[in-house]
């Protein structure tokens, strides 16, 4: 069985630009999830889908922030513009069954992202 | 609000000791618990899980007793392996109000020296 990929693995850009992550999730995940990594923190939740619906995006901050689920399946997380604290691990998950507590989430490789 | 705390790291050990990962949370409701763990240049993945309280969750080696009295988790193994150097994350889901979303702690660096 695949896993969940992301891509790019690795950006590096300038602040006040823009930079967009892909997420393809284990086939059949209702729910698929976006974390973001700060370096020596645990993973944060920006944002959570149901198929294609949000459930929760409390935490993203979306005056540059956007994300969405197309069709349920893959999804894109946008920074316009980033800032220097953009820098992290962008790391996205999915679950079988829909914002089950007790479900195993399973996490892509990641992609660092480095504002300069 | 819902939180998990992990004893500070890194853990520094030599192969074959004894691995305690102290691990508490805070929550309302009925969460689950899990131990994450992220080897070097890779993603995450998943140790061993507890969904009710007093389960014991264990894999590879590794266990953890869900302890609500206490409302801990701790990571346990008999005997380490260089392998087992990584980063360990504590985590919590399905609380009271919670989506299914994972609430991790800080994480925990373990150094295994052969």
């Known amino acids: 069985e695949a896993g969940v990929a992301q891509s790019p693995r690795y950006k590096i850009i300038e602040k006040r630009q823009s930079v967009a992550f892909w997420c393809n999730p284990i086939s059949g995940h209702a729910t698929l999830y976006w974390y973001q990594q700060i370096l020596g923190q645990g993973p944060k939740l920006l944002i959570q889908?149901?198929?294609?619906?949000?459930?929760?995006d409390s935490q993203l901050p979306k005056d540059r922030f956007s994300a969405e689920r197309l069709k349920g399946v893959d999804s894109t997380l946008k920074i316009q513009p980033a800032k220097l604290e953009d820098s992290a691990v962008y790391l996205c998950?999915?679950?079988?069954?829909?914002?089950?507590?007790?479900?195993?989430?399973?996490f892509g490789p990641g992609t660092r992202l480095t504002v300069l | 609000g819902d939180s998990v705390t992990q004893m500070e790291g890194p853990v520094t050990l030599s192969e074959e000791a004894f691995l305690t990962i102290n691990c508490t949370y805070t929550?309302?409701?009925?969460?689950?618990l899990f131990w994450y763990v992220q080897y070097p240049g890779e993603g995450l993945q998943l140790l061993l899980k507890a969904t009710k309280a007093d389960d014991k969750g264990s894999n590879k080696g590794f266990e953890a007793t869900y302890r609500k009295e206490t409302t801990s988790f701790h990571l346990e193994k008999g005997s380490v392996q260089v392998s087992d150097s990584a980063v360990y994350f504590c985590?919590?889901?399905?609380?009271?109000?919670?989506?299914?979303?994972?609430?991790f702690g800080q994480g925990t660096t373990l150094q295994v020296k052969p």
């Open positions: 889908f149901q198929n294609n619906g949000v459930v929760d």
């Open positions: 985590a919590l889901s399905g609380a009271s109000g919670n989506t299914g979303k994972l609430i």
């Open positions: 929550a309302t409701g009925y969460p689950s």
């Open positions: 998950a999915s679950s079988l069954s829909a914002g089950v507590g007790t479900d195993t989430q399973y």
